[in-house]
């Protein structure tokens, strides 16, 4: 019995003593340096490869801190001189993704995204980068906002294989083009010329243009990828930050290729089959006549 | 007859709120200074929306009232109440005539929040949050409305980049006891219990002010805000 109580003595002061120190340490004066927070280990998984943020550390100081900046905030020295801005990664908001709007990217959008460099900015394709390390800068970048660690990645949008170019299609395409009024900003031409081109400003306030699809002979100049597929994703996921919204609610999946294929007609210097199409059609895209019962009746019957 | 007690207790309670939240605290919201002077919009590049206005519209950035009162204030309890759950009833967010109604809408977090297009041209909703997430999505005319709800107590300025004399606000709180102030500048939040509030008055884009009130008991609390406003 008296060793019990002894014991119980012990723990008991014991735990009075765990108490008294904890609350000292509460409440102790708050000076001197802190310690540096403990950094935020992120992984990023492209296909095989697993990158790990404590392993870009190094590359991120050498190539990516002079605009995006030590806090990753788009604030680095360079920020000032550049338009557009570099990319704040503490807001977590990306352009080119395949998810939703609203969600975070995959980590393989980040990837493609390093990869690819942005046109008309000052972001370059880092092919210079090995793989692993680009996939090492893209579990960095998920340091940079506790979203990364809250949620997970959006779901890429399902793209169904694409149909067959037709004159149908491409002229489907502009149809849906003038409907869902895409021409208030790209221009009823597609050079970005529309009537509230002029006003346009991102998420920070900074101006911005609606792409030009008629300038330039190629398709380098497309921000988030150039096949056909990555002309599908940006319209429907939207270019988060900017102006241009996601048309994932309104456009049904093979509109959308419809769509595709009638924008690559605005690219009028470029060599593809959407303008060999066209072209074999006598360079005219005919009227489209919907035949679903969502479109108005025509008073006169069309032909 | 010990049964029927409870059920007049119960009667009570449903028949005469006042009696068991008593307290309301209300008052006015004015401003000193010179408000910045709103501009008239130009909306001939939308037919469609000009024509379903017979004067132009005003911006909505500063909306006054007689008597120095000011407009699109949110009053609301920002310490005090318990963080009561969302209503199970959307709020709802109408574009008409290009303009958003109504300029300023409060919600409670995880609230929904319906987005109605009631246009006949497209529209794009544009959210700029920052602490929730943003997004942006397009709405052409005759489409269903756009369900959302927010997770976190936020000041979300909303866009349309189409169309951009366009501009609102969603005011997400992580209470049920707001009210906005019209054109006279009063507000009123009843059916408060007893304790010890904080209330805040929020304008656009970012001013703030905080009082503090304690209800003791069936009674109305008089409380006015005054906003310094500049022309500029």
């Known amino acids: 019995m008296r060793d019990t109580n002894k014991i119980r003595f012990f723990l008991a002061t014991l735990g009075f003593a765990a108490a008294v120190s904890f609350a000292v340490a509460q409440d102790a004066p708050d000076v001197g340096p802190h310690p540096p927070a403990p950094p935020v280990l992120m992984e990023s998984h492209i296909g095989h490869l697993v990158g790990h943020s404590q392993d870009a550390k190094t590359d991120y100081r050498r190539y990516c801190v002079g605009c995006h900046g030590e806090l990753g905030d788009g604030n680095g020295e360079n920020a000032v001189w550049l338009d557009p801005k570099p990319r704040n990664f503490t807001l977590a908001t990306f352009k080119c993704r395949s998810t939703l709007t609203g969600t975070l990217p995959t980590d393989e959008d980040l990837y493609n995204s390093i990869g690819r460099g942005f046109t008309n900015s000052n972001m370059p394709i880092w092919n210079t980068l090995s793989n692993q390390q680009r996939a090492d800068l893209v579990a960095m970048i998920k340091t940079f906002s506790p979203r990364w ?92 930050g900017t102006p241009m919204p996601s048309f994932a609610d309104t456009i049904q999946p093979n509109d959308a290729w419809d769509l595709v294929h009638f924008l690559r007609t605005l690219q009028v210097h470029r060599h593809g089959k959407e303008n060999d199409v066209l072209k074999a059609a006598g360079g005219k895209i005919p009227d489209y006549h919907d035949k679903s019962s969502d479109a108005p009746a025509q008073p006169n019957g069309g032909n | 007859m010990r049964s029927s007690k409870p059920c007049i207790a119960v009667l009570t309670a449903l028949l005469s709120p006042a009696l068991m939240f008593g307290g309301t605290i209300s008052g006015k919201v004015t401003y000193t200074g010179t408000p910045a002077k709103q501009k008239p919009i130009d909306m001939s590049k939308e037919p469609s929306c000009a024509k379903q206005h017979a004067t132009p519209v005003m911006t909505e950035g500063v909306v006054t009232g007689a008597n120095n009162a000011l407009a699109n204030v949110v009053v609301y309890i920002s310490a005090g109440a318990d963080d009561a759950n969302a209503p199970a009833q959307a709020v709802t967010f109408t574009q008409k005539g290009c303009q958003y109604g109504p300029h300023v809408l409060p919600m409670h977090t995880g609230q929904e929040l319906d987005v109605v297009n009631d246009d006949q041209t497209s529209h794009n909703i544009h959210p700029l949050a920052k602490v929730n997430r943003e997004w942006n999505k397009s709405q052409p005319p005759g489409t269903p409305p756009i369900k959302d709800k927010w997770d976190q107590p936020e000041f979300i300025e909303v866009k349309c980049n189409i169309h951009p004399w366009m501009h609102g606000w969603f005011v997400v709180l992580k209470t049920n006891h707001y009210a906005v102030t019209g054109d006279n500048g009063s507000f009123t939040l009843p059916n408060l219990p007893p304790g010890k509030y904080t209330v805040t008055a929020w304008h656009e884009p970012d001013a703030k002010q905080t009082q503090e009130v304690t209800i003791t008991g069936n009674e109305t609390k008089s409380l006015d805000f005054s906003f310094a406003l500049k022309p500029y």
């Open chain 1, 149 to 240: 660690q809250k949620e997970k990645a959006g779901d890429p949008i399902k793209i169904p294989a694409e149909p067959p170019v037709t004159i149908e299609s491409i002229a489907h395409g502009k149809a849906l083009f003038t409907k869902l009024e895409c021409w208030k900003c790209h221009g009823p031409q597609g050079k970005g010329d529309g009537p509230s081109a002029a006003t346009l400003t991102d998420s920070q306030d900074q101006p911005i243009r609606p792409y030009n699809f008629a300038a330039g002979k190629d398709d380098s100049r497309f921000k988030c990828g150039s096949t056909n597929q990555d002309i599908y994703k940006i319209f429907m996921t939207g270019v988060d």
